[in-house]
């Protein structure tokens, strides 16, 4: 008639353990939640034309992206950094932390972009903005204080996919900014045709083919027309 004082271990543990298990299956879900491809998803959902792409750029694309820079370059710019990807292949590349800056529209991206990588210039705002953000003296200064040129721009922004009145926007500031002697990476999903940065007015350079990305990918490197 004593049994139920005898073992109450087992009755407390019965009620425990669902307590437990919600809370195990609620910080899962928070985890999940802070993942960066969890966070390039909602991003997805939320803006499709801002973001672009069915999945994160591939570690080998970035890296053949990352293989086009000079890691000796006085200022890398890259344009719509997402979940970093390519921002940590150019670190990966030999670009100093110090001078290299990242512009992420997405506020939640950048948040992402800024705690992954705190000595990066995480920029919270519009890629259009760029050829102001340097003429103002915005962006990192050489060790005189003066405004370094912009020798590459790394974009991985969705051109093909951003409406023609924002697009030109971005193409005037990034030609406007980037240096005489500088190189613009372009990667895109189609794999044929010219790139919008032609129509800008720079050259392309040189282009070639990532099959392994999903989907495929190609990367054109641009410049000034009168410097190729």
Do not use: K
């Not at 705690?115 to 519009?126: L, N």
């Not at 003066?146 to 922004?157: H, N």
Request: aromatic share 2%; glycine share 10%; charged share 20%.
């Amino acid at each position: 008639m004593d049994s139920n004082t005898e073992h109450p271990a087992p009755f407390a543990a019965s009620r425990a353990l669902p307590r437990a298990a919600r809370i195990g299956v609620a910080r899962v879900r928070r985890a999940v939640a802070r993942s960066p491809q969890s966070l390039f998803l909602r991003e997805l959902v939320a803006q499709p034309g801002a973001v672009g792409a069915i999945c994160a750029s591939s570690p080998r694309l970035a890296a053949r992206m990352a293989g086009h820079v000079e890691p000796a370059a006085g200022l890398v710019v890259e344009l719509g950094g997402g979940t970093g990807v390519i921002t940590s292949a150019l670190l990966a590349r030999g670009v100093a932390p110090e001078r290299l800056v990242v512009i992420e529209r997405s506020a939640a991206l950048a948040d992402l972009l800024a705690r992954r990588f705190p000595q990066v210039g995480v920029i919270h705002g519009d890629a259009a903005e760029l050829a102001r953000l340097h003429a103002q003296g915005l962006l990192p200064p050489g060790a005189d204080g003066a405004p370094l040129p912009i020798d590459c721009i790394v974009s991985g922004l969705p051109l093909l996919s951003i409406p023609p009145p924002a697009r030109q926007h971005i193409l005037r500031a990034g030609v406007q900014a980037l240096a005489p002697h500088g190189r613009l990476l372009q990667f895109t999903y189609a794999l044929r045709g010219a790139s919008p940065w032609q129509d800008a007015g720079l050259a392309r350079l040189h282009s070639e083919r990532v099959l392994a990305n999903l989907p495929p990918a190609r990367i054109d490197v641009l410049g000034h027309a009168a410097r190729r």
